[in-house]
């Protein structure tokens, strides 16, 4: 069975950093990119960030370049999101989603909440 | 990154069918994810590659993409469709490819 298994949300400042991390299972990690979305409370989904297999492409929406990035380290499963210079508006719950085949995400996490304030 | 719209919300009567489109530049060309997330879960996969349903996914989803129109049709509609439908797409004709999520559609089984 895939789970994917978010965690590192919380409480944090304007201006300040935080890591999410994503535990993969059930599959074999590195047949797969792999992708961050958000979703703020009660609006819809927002792609964040994507990530090839072996790393040698990710990608970002415009709004998020230079302030998001994204990694993974296949040797322990795990996808990574490294924010930075956070702001009120990235207050979301952070999925983690598996790409499939045809450019969906096929296995989605079930979230960790990120919440910016002061 | 590439804009989707959907209507805010469909009405629909149990047993009837509801349609739910999604509007992009050229959407025909690309392929479109469907997504049914309901209250508190994550979004689930229902359609993609326009018009496949993965495993688990009831033969009553089905999926059409054409022009700048993708369509998610579910027929027979239960009171357990009643969800939020997001549709999804793959843009790779700027500099920057990226992924674009339609709004979202609030589905009401009444």
């Known amino acids: 069975e895939v789970q994917l298994v978010e965690s590192g949300g919380g409480l944090v400042q304007p201006g300040r950093s935080l890591r999410l991390s994503c535990e993969a299972s059930g599959f074999k990690f590195d047949d797969y990119a792999m992708n961050w979305v958000r979703q703020a409370p009660g609006k819809g989904l927002e792609w964040v960030a994507g990530i090839s297999k072996s790393s040698g492409n990710r990608g970002y929406p415009e709004s998020l370049k230079g302030r998001f990035t994204i990694s993974r380290d296949n040797a322990k499963n795990t996808l990574y999101l490294q924010m930075s210079s956070l702001r009120l508006e990235d207050t979301a719950l952070y999925y983690c989603a598996r790409e499939g085949f045809f450019r969906d995400f096929d296995h989605w996490g079930r979230g960790t909440l990120v919440t910016v304030s002061s | 990154s590439y804009e989707l719209t959907q209507p805010p919300s469909v009405s629909v009567s149990p047993g009837q069918r509801a349609s739910i489109p999604c509007s992009g530049d050229?959407?025909?060309?690309?392929?479109v994810a469907w997504y049914q997330q309901k209250p508190g879960q994550s979004p689930v996969l229902v359609i993609y590659q326009d018009t496949k349903r993965p495993s688990g996914i009831p033969e009553r989803f089905s999926g059409s993409n054409s022009g700048n129109t993708a369509t998610l049709t579910i027929s027979g509609t239960q009171a357990m469709d009643e969800a939020d439908y997001f549709c999804?797409?793959?843009?790779?004709?700027?500099?920057?490819?990226?992924w674009g999520f339609g709004g979202g559609t609030k589905l009401t089984v009444l």
């Open positions: 999804q797409a793959w843009d790779s004709s700027t500099a920057s490819p990226s």
């Open positions: 050229k959407l025909g060309d690309k392929f």
